[in-house]
């Protein structure tokens, strides 16, 4: 599957983003869908991920949503209450075959978005 993220931006401290991720040749129907970032000097973090429910990272747990359009083949990562320690590179990614004690882990997905710079000021 090809993923397309967009919908990055500036925003200050409080304010809300929506990233989108397009995906095709293949259904999101069967593949699970998940958010990562990286911040500068920083690993890659999970953020969220979607199968059959929802997954978050507890640094955004309440105040990032992650959701999907089956019609538009595109997930999104609602994003608000945002906090500078949110900057970050935002990548989305899909995989067919991940198991489910895996799902925060980066590895475990197989295609990978060109990502999307989200920065948040004070």
């Known amino acids: 599957v090809q993923l397309q993220a967009s919908g990055g931006g500036s925003v200050q401290a409080g304010g809300s983003l929506r990233l989108s991720c397009a995906a095709s040749?293949?259904?999101?129907?069967?593949?699970?869908m998940g958010w990562f970032r990286q911040a500068p000097g920083k690993e890659r973090e999970f953020v969220a991920a979607?199968?059959?429910?929802?997954y978050y990272a507890e640094s955004v747990k309440g105040r990032f949503a992650i959701s999907r359009d089956s019609a538009k083949n595109t997930v999104y990562l609602q994003m608000n209450s945002l906090k500078p320690e949110d900057t970050a590179v935002y990548y989305c990614?899909?995989?067919?075959?991940?198991?489910?004690?895996?799902?925060?882990?980066?590895?475990?997905?197989?295609?990978w978005g060109q990502g999307t710079q989200v920065t948040v000021s004070s």
């Open positions: 979607f199968r059959w429910r929802e």
């Open positions: 990614a899909g995989g067919n075959r991940i198991i489910l004690s895996t799902i925060r882990e980066g590895t475990a997905y197989d295609s």
């Open positions: 040749g293949r259904t999101l129907l069967s593949t699970t």
